[in-house]
């Protein structure tokens, strides 16, 4: 009679868990057994000419800049091919939900915009800050959140910002300097920015089979497949052409 | 043979149909989305309104520039600069609320009452109010916001203090220190530095207030307006909110200093008459920013 009542015990207790593993099944955490998955973003051709910026209407920032002419960054390449500024995160399979506690930091500097493209997760904090000796008005354009504007003027406290839904990517400018435009890309799940060499790391990325788009703001997404074992690193490489 | 035929091919037209329903529902309402919108309301002070009511009003007085659809794009938009406002977005200039979220009930019904300066948007106030409040909820059920979101918090504002050479003299401090003349210009004539490359958020160009030459501000008249106008920011516009930045006792000085901007103005005999006496010239942009304002002692005039 007791064996009977403990095995009807775990039967529910085993029911109960599948229960709850299956209303899990959107949003189960992360593994910690996550892997990363590095690689490289190439660009195929000569990356088209960036417009120069002219800053001379904002003197503070003009010198800042004076031993070093600022372009555009539609298109940033590096010496070897790579090509910067690309967002790789996991556009399906992903079954976590987990939201990046990592800071994340958007400055405004030298009336640029620094990174020029932030990835994020949706719900994670990032801090707006301005370095600069001059106003600046932060003015994302979303879609799929809700739009703002803020001043910030000199040396005031940074903003700390949220997005509450993924949107690929949302455009960010500042009306006080028209050249200044960067990007927020909130994406779920872990993510990678390629640097001025092209290569990015995402890390923590459980075992499994997913998809992952890479998203550069002049040439649109390309996707990929890939399969993460545990335990093993995975390495993925991306190339656009130039258009 | 035929039947299955007949089968398949009524089986397409369906297949079609459902196709047709979804491309409706990309673009505009489904008539169901329409029918439960419509059950909109508004409160405002002690008036409810309804969308439902307002559909005749809205038919006969908004629908030419703003749209069966609540677009903006009525038969009159393509004449129209500023274009009539795009209700779908949910997005409106004139705020109680913070920057990014909805505004007030009363926010929408102040502006359907006042109309907007120097554009073809005129102050309806031949409705009465339970029509004007009827049409907030009207304008509402355009935006699927109002379902998903409530209105933002207003911030609040203090009471007006007096005004005194002081507060003028911080005001054009902060004038300088917030940098509003990068684009609506030293004296605010709308010609700063980057006035000239502002766009609204549908890439129209778009001009800064002119303090000098506007009579009225787009979003209210009184003191307490400008107050508003400055810390919510004109959402869709490149106007940011200061509200993080600027606090409440600063506020009401930068509305004294902008009071001495206005040339064509009837509100604004007290500043412009303390501005004469302390010969308050315009700021000088490549000067440093003033660390604090002349000491009040040494203020000629001005303190009562």
């Given at each position: 009679m007791k064996k009977q009542s403990k095995q009807k015990f775990a039967a529910v207790l085993l029911a109960l868990v599948m229960a709850g593993g299956a209303a899990l099944t959107y949003s189960p955490k992360v593994s910690a057994a996550g892997v990363s998955v590095t690689g490289t973003v190439k660009l195929d051709g000569t990356a088209p000419h960036q417009k120069g910026i002219d800053m001379s209407k904002e003197p503070s920032c003009a010198a800042i800049h004076k031993d070093k002419p600022v372009t555009m960054e539609n298109v940033v390449a590096g010496s070897s091919g790579g090509l910067a500024n690309v967002v790789v995160y996991i556009s399906q399979g992903l079954s976590g939900n987990e939201v990046s506690s990592a800071p994340a930091e958007f400055d405004q500097k030298g009336c640029q915009y620094i990174p020029h493209v932030l990835a994020i997760n949706p719900g994670q904090h990032m801090k707006i800050v301005n370095s600069d000796q001059t106003s600046h008005n932060i003015h994302p354009q979303p879609t799929k959140n809700n739009e703002w504007n803020k001043s910030q003027p000199p040396g005031s406290p940074p903003f700390d910002v949220a997005w509450a839904n993924e949107e690929i990517a949302i455009p960010v400018k500042c009306n006080i300097h028209p050249w200044m435009h960067g990007y927020f890309a909130v994406v779920k799940g872990p993510y990678g920015v390629s640097d001025d060499n092209g290569s990015f790391t995402m890390p923590n990325v459980p075992p499994g089979s997913y998809t992952l788009t890479a998203w550069q703001e002049t040439y649109g997404t390309q996707t990929q497949q890939v399969t993460v074992a545990a335990g093993k690193p995975a390495t993925v490489s991306f190339t656009f052409k130039v258009k | 043979m035929e039947t299955k035929i007949m089968k398949t091919s009524s089986l397409l037209l369906g297949a079609a149909g459902l196709l047709l329903m979804s491309a409706v529902s990309w673009g505009q309402m489904t008539a169901y989305q329409e029918s439960q919108r419509l059950n909109m309301e508004a409160h405002v002070g002690k008036y409810t309104g309804h969308a439902k009511d307002a559909e005749g009003t809205y038919r006969r007085y908004c629908v030419g520039c703003h749209g069966v659809e609540g677009d903006g794009q009525g038969e009159n938009a393509q004449w129209l600069d500023p274009m009539p406002r795009n209700f779908t977005l949910g997005q409106f200039k004139c705020r109680s609320t913070p920057s990014g979220t909805l505004p007030l009930d009363s926010d929408l019904y102040d502006s359907i009452g006042r109309g907007f300066d120097r554009?073809?948007?005129?102050?309806?106030?031949?409705?009465?109010n339970q029509e004007k409040v009827d049409l907030v909820a009207y304008v509402k059920h355009f935006s699927s916001k109002w379902t998903t979101e409530k209105a933002g918090d207003p911030f609040p504002i203090p009471p007006e203090p007096e005004v005194t050479a002081d507060k003028i003299q911080q005001g054009q401090v902060l004038f300088q220190k917030l940098e509003c003349w990068k684009c609506h210009g030293v004296e605010g004539r709308a010609n700063g530095p980057s006035s000239d490359t502002l766009t609204d958020d549908q890439n129209r160009p778009i001009k800064p207030y002119n303090f000098a030459e506007g009579a009225r501000q787009k979003c209210g008249s009184t003191d307490r307006d400008i107050y508003r106008i400055f810390m919510s920011g004109l959402d869709g516009t490149p106007m940011p909110s200061y509200i993080d930045n600027v606090k409440p006792e600063e506020a009401w000085e930068l509305v004294f200093y902008l009071r001495t901007l206005q040339q064509k103005n009837a509100y604004n005999a007290k500043e412009k008459a303390i501005a004469k006496q302390l010969g308050l010239k315009p700021i000088d942009p490549n000067a440093p920013v003033p660390a604090a304002p002349a000491a009040p002692a040494a203020a000629p005039g001005g303190q009562q």
């Open positions: - | 554009s073809v948007m005129p102050p309806w106030n031949t409705l009465t």
